[in-house]
């Protein structure tokens, strides 16, 4: 099992580029969520699904827009990146009913100018 | 979600017990407790989870206070490799599985050699 992988592993933007991170699980979890931590600071929940076809808006969602088309995939677009949007992406999944473990991904770094 | 308090760092002498604590006075009662680590940018690592109970797995034990508005991390055998970030979180619980975690900034904690 690969676990939870994200795609890219780095990207340098510039203000007003979109793009899509990929979160990908083998784990045939329910649930998926993307956080991101800015230097020194903890993770923060930007957004989540708890199953195929839902998402729903965590701590801080503005900016960022998700989908959950298929169980194994979770995408976090940004439609025009912004410099406070530096930071580092991680993903993480867990299984439904009795699943008390988040699984994260490596992290996707990114850098707008 | 209950906030959480956690010294901002900690060091322990390599072999020794490492003993983290972590104020959630604001907790309900349907709110479990998680520890989960952070290497060095990596992502965060699961550590365990209690409701009431104290837990022990293979990685660590945890004390919850009986009025459940504190509790105690605790890794035996602290080695060089358990150097990080340890995050207390009082989280809730959706369909019977976690759902939305909320990070602090965690304890850090160094292990001397």
């Known amino acids: 099992n690969a676990g939870v992988t994200q795609t890219p592993k780095f990207r340098v933007l510039k203000t007003g580029q979109s793009m899509t991170l990929l979160c990908a699980q083998d784990m045939n979890h329910e649930y998926m969520y993307w956080y991101r931590q800015d230097p020194g600071m903890g993770l923060r929940l930007i957004h989540y699904?708890?199953?195929?076809?839902?998402?729903a808006k965590g701590e801080v969602p503005d900016g960022y827009n998700v989908s959950r088309l298929k169980k194994q995939n979770f995408l976090l677009g940004l439609e025009s990146a912004a410099p406070s949007q530096t930071s580092v992406y991680f993903c993480?999944?867990?299984?439904?009913?009795?699943?008390?473990?988040?699984?994260f991904g490596p992290g996707t770094r990114l850098t707008v100018t | 979600d209950a906030k959480t308090t956690q010294p901002t760092s900690m060091d322990c002498a390599e072999g020794r017990a490492a003993n983290l604590p972590c104020n959630h006075s604001t907790i309900s009662g349907n709110e479990y407790v998680y520890w989960y680590r952070q290497i060095h940018s990596q992502g965060p690592q699961y550590i365990i989870h209690?409701?009431?109970n104290n837990e022990t797995n293979e990685m660590a034990s945890l004390i919850i206070t009986e009025d459940r508005k504190s509790s105690t991390l605790i890794l035996p055998h602290a080695t060089l490799r358990d150097t990080a970030v340890y995050y207390c979180?009082?989280?809730?619980?959706?369909?019977?599985?976690?759902?939305?975690?909320?990070f602090g900034t965690g304890t850090l904690l160094a292990v001397q050699p």
């Open positions: 699904s708890v199953g195929e076809g839902t998402t």
């Open positions: 979180i009082a989280g809730g619980v959706y369909g019977g599985a976690t759902n939305k975690l909320i």
């Open positions: 993480a999944s867990s299984r439904g009913t009795g699943g008390f473990e988040q699984y």
């Open positions: 209690g409701l009431k």
